[in-house]
């Protein structure tokens, strides 16, 4: 039987549920905006999310933000739980060694999706959160993550979006992006110095890969610009090293993905 393309209403509303998502809330005319929708087409869809308790729509002006089934749904997934449970100890234990928020992330696509996080002690520190997603290309741990694929893959993935400058420093080319994936194959490590967000600086390593756990996921330190001395990045490197091996061997799995 010949496979079908998607259901172009089923693809609008996944589509209204991950904007909203990444957006935090948006106004009715933004979101039609967003998703090019038709005003009573794009009514009939938030509608039907707002009665089956995918979306809320709140305040004045009317804002949609997720609603409880959309929570709800999200609790029962556990595809990265184990991961999550066995390495929260050793962020916990990264965050008393070097005093800097400590990160757990997965990839997606081409962005990382952060499902652990340890915040810094110091009131200065970056604002992250689970669940957030951000542009692997521009922070050190996706960057640590796109390093596990092939090279192939990681060149279609790069290729196939516009990928933004976030800071001058940002690298967009593909082909240089694809020699920085080859250092962080080389060193064991990735860096984001400035190139997300000016002021912030991160290192982040490989911990897990598609083959091995169905997951590529990588942890991080990162710290403002401020917080970093002569040693950045190196002196971060074994702790942060030692505490991905663990991890790994926690798990079962062989060997060390960082050299």
Known sequence: MASRGPVKSADRALAAVELVAERGSMTFAEVLAALQLPRSSGHGLLTTLVDSGWLELQGEPRRYRLGLRSWQVGQRYDGHQLLLDTALPFLDRLVAETGETAQLARLDGIENVYIGIRLSPHPMRMASS???RLHAHATGIGK??????????????LSAVVLPRLTPRTVTDVDELLRVLERVRLTGFATDDEEFVEGCRCIAVPLTTEAETGI??????TMPTSRTGERWPHGLYAPLRAAAQEVREQLGLAGSLSP
């Open 130 to 132: 689970v669940g957030m």
């Open 216 to 221: 590529a996921s990588a942890v991080s330190v």
């Open 144 to 157: 640590a993550l796109l390093s596990v694929l092939d090279p192939e893959d990681a060149r279609r993935r």
